[in-house]
């Protein structure tokens, strides 16, 4: 799919060529995990009906679940009134969207008697299963 598409100029693309990603999951409605998507990502996700973001911290474009197994179908693309904020409405394959081994990144809850942040969501896998096996399989 051409990155010079008209769909994809109505984009409000920041100083970097980047727009933020919500994942939500379809069924649920949860909110599983954010992240960013240059132009090559998001028309690689319309392209395979796949989520492909973009690593800042790896400078390159990341098929979400090509480590882990967990890709993310999309059912539904969106693009908030602004322009700016690209909503995935997805189907989360083996129900774990963070590294954490947890359904959704967004699993700490702030305690305001403690003043600090608490894990209330349980790990589903152990991250380090997760990845070694994932290894193995492409060795």
Same mark, same amino acid.
């Given at each position: ?44 996700? /319309? ?71 608490? /894990? ?20």
């Amino acid at each position: 799919m051409p990155t010079n598409a008209k769909w994809l100029n109505k984009v409000r693309w920041d100083e970097h060529g980047l727009v933020p990603v919500i994942a939500q999951e379809a069924a649920s409605g949860d909110i599983l995990m954010f992240a960013w998507m240059n132009r090559e990502a998001l028309a690689r996700t /319309a392209e395979l009906g796949e989520a492909v973001y973009w690593s800042r911290s790896r400078k390159k474009l990341w098929h979400k679940g090509e480590e882990s197994g967990h890709t993310q179908r999309v059912v539904e693309m969106r693009l908030d009134c602004d322009e700016d904020v690209v909503l995935l409405k997805i189907e989360q394959k083996g129900g774990i969207a963070c590294h954490t081994g947890r359904h959704s990144c967004f699993y700490q809850r702030f305690n305001p008697e403690g003043e600090d942040w608490q /894990a209330v969501d349980p790990v589903l896998q152990d991250p380090d299963t997760i990845y070694s096996a994932q290894k193995k399989s492409h060795e």
